[in-house]
């Protein structure tokens, strides 16, 4: 993949340019951002623990 493709996001599903890849599974840089800010306590961040599993669950398959 060149610098400038878009990749959709696992977590919000947009295409971005901009963010990181945990094994194969891309989450954006805003994404990012919001779950490394995001309190534990808060309902987002279950929403947040459900996309990621994703990616283990992806990884075991």
């Not at 094994?23 to 805003?30: A, E």
């Not at 919001?34 to 623990?49: C, H, P, Q």
Request: a negative charge; glycine letters at 4%; charged letters at 30%.
């Amino acid at each position: 993949m060149t610098e400038q493709e878009n990749r959709s996001c696992i977590v919000c599903g947009n295409e971005e340019t901009q963010g990181i890849f945990i094994f194969d599974s891309f989450v954006c840089q805003r994404c990012e951002q919001e779950i490394v800010t995001t309190d534990a306590s808060e309902d987002k961040y279950r929403f947040f623990i459900r996309q990621m599993r994703s990616i283990w669950l992806k990884q075991n398959a």
